[in-house]
């Protein structure tokens, strides 16, 4: 019996109970809902009390609550306004994955979106290295691209991004996009289950890549981001 079967084996009572919500269309609708309304919030949060913030991390919350709806919301309000009380290894550790999940969840979007969705691909080797490959190119490119804004040469911000993006993108995308599969393998574009497993498997990678990112930021192999109270938005 090789691995993955085992491993498919060990999660199919989960696979039992997550397949027949996530395939329910009344689920997706209510979902979407709660996303615009924490959406809203945090918008509404945004340009009331932290207009400071830049844009870049603006953009990334955005990100992270489209993708994660009240749960993205509740990481930004506990770690990214700057109201709050002090800042910490934990909160920073939060940043730093949302920085990381904002990049990588879009390139799973996209992704599985494209290869599994709209071009109906068959192999699930195919779709599965195309939607890593997506995720580690947006991945990189948030933070190679602030990088170059600031003055760092192009080779020298790869191999930063390289350095420190690299371990919490893999262990983010291995969860997303092997929970995705497991759910939603054979679905296609037009079956709400192509799309509840989506939104279900993002939130999964961040869950396991928030520990990465945190053991990452307490070794210096990553800065974190800025604590948001010292903001002054004069930089991305």
Same mark, same amino acid.
């Given at each position: 019996?090789?691995?993955?079967?085992?491993?498919?084996?060990?999660?199919?009572?989960?696979?039992?109970?997550?397949?027949?919500?996530?395939?329910?269309?009344?689920?997706?609708?209510?979902?979407?809902?709660?996303?615009?309304?924490?959406?809203?919030?945090?918008?509404?949060?945004?340009?009331?009390?932290?207009?400071?913030?830049?844009?870049?991390?603006?953009?990334?919350?955005?990100?992270?609550?489209?993708?994660?709806?009240?749960?993205?919301?509740?990481?930004?309000?506990?770690?990214?306004?700057?109201?709050?009380?002090?800042?910490?290894?934990?909160?920073?550790?939060?940043?730093?994955?949302?920085?990381?999940?904002?990049?990588?969840?879009?390139?799973?979007?996209?992704?599985?979106? %494209? *290869? !599994? /969705?709209?071009?109906?691909?068959?192999?699930? &080797?195919?779709?599965? +290295?195309?939607? =890593?490959?997506?995720?580690?190119?947006?991945?990189?490119?948030?933070?190679?691209?602030?990088?170059?804004?600031?003055?760092?040469?192009?080779?020298?911000?790869?191999?930063?991004?390289?350095?420190?993006?690299?371990?919490?993108?893999?262990?983010?995308?291995?969860?997303?996009?092997?929970?995705?599969? %497991? *759910? !939603? /393998?054979?679905?296609?574009?037009?079956?709400? &289950?192509?799309?509840? +497993?989506?939104? =279900?498997?993002?939130?999964?990678?961040?869950?396991?890549?928030?520990?990465?990112?945190?053991?990452?930021?307490?070794?210096?192999?990553?800065?974190?981001?800025?604590?948001?109270?010292?903001?002054?938005?004069?930089?991305?």
């Amino acid at each position: 019996m090789s691995l993955l079967t085992r491993i498919e084996q060990f999660f199919a009572p989960a696979r039992d109970v997550l397949k027949p919500i996530l395939s329910d269309p009344t689920v997706l609708a209510a979902w979407a809902a709660v996303v615009l309304v924490s959406t809203g919030v945090l918008w509404w949060d945004l340009r009331k009390n932290n207009e400071a913030i830049p844009s870049l991390m603006k953009a990334v919350w955005t990100l992270v609550v489209l993708y994660s709806g009240p749960f993205g919301l509740a990481v930004y309000w506990y770690s990214g306004r700057s109201q709050i009380a002090h800042d910490s290894m934990w909160r920073r550790g939060f940043r730093s994955t949302a920085h990381c999940y904002s990049g990588c969840g879009a390139g799973e979007v996209v992704g599985f979106t %494209l *290869l !599994a /969705g709209l071009l109906a691909l068959e192999s699930t &080797l195919v779709v599965t +290295a195309g939607t =890593f490959g997506f995720a580690y190119l947006f991945g990189y490119g948030l933070t190679i691209g602030p990088l170059m804004q600031e003055g760092v040469e192009f080779g020298e911000a790869t191999m930063d991004a390289l350095y420190s993006e690299t371990p919490s993108i893999t262990v983010m995308e291995i969860t997303a996009i092997g929970t995705d599969l %497991l *759910l !939603a /393998g054979d679905a296609g574009i037009a079956e709400p &289950l192509f799309w509840g +497993a989506l939104v =279900f498997s993002l939130s999964m990678g961040f869950l396991a890549a928030f520990p990465v990112n945190t053991a990452l930021v307490a070794f210096g192999v990553k800065e974190g981001m800025k604590n948001p109270a010292k903001m002054d938005g004069s930089s991305s």
